[in-house]
C-alpha cells in the first residue's frame, strides 16, 4: 500500500492510501469510432533564462514527445488551443513554431492534427473594425494552411470587442470561410473559459447566438467539418446538434458532461474536441475502443470515475484548468518538473491540487503510484506540508 501526505479542508494534515492503477494500454491500433481530438498542453522549460511572465520558454522534446503519446493511444491532437495556454503565455510567434514542429512530427507519426488560428496577435484594444480581425484571422490561416495545417478558428476576443451585433460576426466568418481551402472546426468558447469572449457571437442569449452561428454554418456548411463548443450546458450542445446540417459534427468541448454527450441518444452523439482528454487520455483511449466494440457499459465504467476529477479540474475560475492538465502531466512523469508557461502553477491552491491527486487515483489513472506519490509529496513541502 502507497501513502501520500495530503491537507483535509479543516486545515488537518491527513494520509491517504493509494489505489492500483487500472493499466490502461499505452497504444490503440484499432479504429475507433469517434473522432476525438484531445486539446495538448505545453511543457514549459524551467532552466531557460528569463522571465516566464513575460517570455514563453519551451520545452520543445517534451511538448513533442507528449502529442506522441497521444497518437499512440489513437487520439488527435488540437494543437495551439487555449489548453496550450494560447493567449495566457503562448503568444503567437511561438504558436506557429508549436505548429511548425507539430506538423512535422504528425506526419511522421501518422498523426491526426488541427491547429489553432486566431487573431491573438491583434491586441483587442488595437482593432478599431471589423476588417482588422479579418485581416489577423488571415494572416494566421494563410501561415498555418502554407504548413499544410487544418484549422481551428478559434474565437478572437478582438472580434468580441469590436463587433457591434450579430452581422458583424457574420461579415468576418463569412469571409474567412469562403477563403479556407479545406473545412475547418469553429470553436465557440464561453466566457467562463474566457471572459474577454463574452457575447460572443453579438449577443449575450445563448439562444439568439446559436441561432447566429447555425446561420453561418448553414451559408458555408461545405467549409465547415464541425463546431466545438464549450458552455459546460449539455442540454444547449444538444439543441445545437439536433439544428447542424447534414455531415458537419458537434465536437464537444464540455469538460462536465463529456461521457453521455459521445455515447450520445441512439440517434445523434457528439464527437470531441477536449482539454480534459489531455489529463486522461489513456483512460479516455480505452473507452471510446469499448464504445467502438459495442460495449457502451466498459465505456462508462472507465470513463465515469474521470468526470469528478474532470470538474474538479475544469471548476470556476474555468480559465485555470490549464494548472490541473499540467500537473496531472507531472504526476504521470510526463514531464520532471511543475513549472508552466507563464508561471501559472500558481493559479490553484494547495488544496486544489490535493483533491486533484485524490480523484485522479480514484479514476485509476496514476500510472505509477509510487512516481505520483513521491511528486505529489514534493509539491506539498514545497507548498509548506510536509
Not at 492510501?17 to 524551467?46: E, K, N, Q, Y
Not at 491532437?77 to 493567449?87: H, I, P, S
Amino acid at each position: 500500500m502507497r501513502r501520500s501526505p495530503g491537507r483535509g479542508a479543516d486545515r488537518s494534515i491527513e494520509s491517504y492510501t493509494l489505489a492500483p492503477p487500472r493499466g490502461f494500454p499505452a497504444r490503440t491500433d484499432r479504429p475507433l469510432t469517434r473522432i476525438a481530438f484531445a486539446a495538448a498542453h505545453m511543457v514549459a522549460d524551467p532552466l531557460a533564462e528569463g522571465d516566464p511572465w513575460l517570455a514563453p520558454a519551451i520545452d520543445w522534446d517534451r511538448s513533442i514527445a507528449f502529442r506522441e503519446h497521444l497518437w499512440d493511444l489513437g487520439l488527435g491532437v488540437a494543437e495551439a488551443m487555449d489548453t496550450a495556454q494560447r493567449g495566457m503565455g503562448l503568444d503567437w510567434p511561438t504558436s506557429l513554431e508549436l505548429i511548425r514542429r507539430s506538423q512535422s512530427a504528425a506526419k511522421a507519426r501518422g498523426g491526426v492534427i488541427a491547429c489553432g488560428a486566431g487573431t491573438d496577435h491583434l491586441p483587442p484594444e488595437n482593432a478599431r473594425s471589423v476588417d482588422d480581425v479579418i485581416r489577423a484571422y488571415e494572416e494566421q490561416i494563410e501561415a498555418i494552411e502554407a504548413l499544410d495545417g487544418r484549422i481551428i478558428l478559434m474565437a478572437s476576443r478582438a472580434l468580441a470587442r469590436v463587433a457591434t451585433g450579430p452581422e458583424d460576426y457574420v461579415r468576418v466568418y463569412g469571409r474567412i470561410l469562403s477563403q479556407v481551402k479545406q473545412p475547418v472546426i469553429l470553436h465557440w468558447l464561453g466566457d467562463m473559459f474566457d471572459p474577454a469572449l463574452a457575447g460572443y457571437w453579438g449577443t449575450a442569449d445563448v439562444d439568439a447566438a446559436m441561432d447566429t452561428a447555425l446561420s453561418i454554418i448553414g451559408d458555408f456548411a461545405p467549409k465547415v467539418d464541425g463546431i466545438k463548443i464549450s458552455l459546460l450546458d449539455k442540454d444547449k450542445e444538444i439543441v445545437m446538434r439536433r439544428r447542424l446540417p447534414a455531415g458537419v459534427r458537434m465536437y464537444t468541448g464540455d469538460d462536465f458532461n463529456y461521457a453521455e454527450l459521445i455515447a450520445g441518444d441512439g440517434q445523434q452523439h457528439s464527437d470531441a474536441l477536449l482539454g480534459i482528454f489531455d489529463a486522461i487520455a489513456p483512460a479516455a483511449a480505452a473507452a471510446l475502443a469499448h464504445l467502438a466494440d459495442g460495449d457502451e457499459a466498459g465505456f462508462h465504467d472507465i470513463l465515469a470515475p474521470t468526470v469528478p476529477l474532470s470538474r474538479h479540474i475544469f471548476k470556476a475560475p474555468t480559465r485555470f484548468y490549464k494548472t490541473g492538465v499540467v500537473f496531472m502531466a507531472y504526476l504521470n512523469g510526463h514531464q520532471d518538473h511543475f513549472t508552466m508557461v507563464g508561471g501559472q502553477e500558481s493559479t490553484r491552491s494547495t488544496l486544489h491540487l490535493a483533491e486533484l491527486f485524490r480523484l485522479a487515483d480514484k479514476a485509476g489513472l496514476l500510472s505509477d503510484p509510487d512516481r505520483a506519490a513521491q511528486r505529489m509529496a514534493a509539491v506539498l513541502a514545497v507548498r509548506g506540508i510536509a
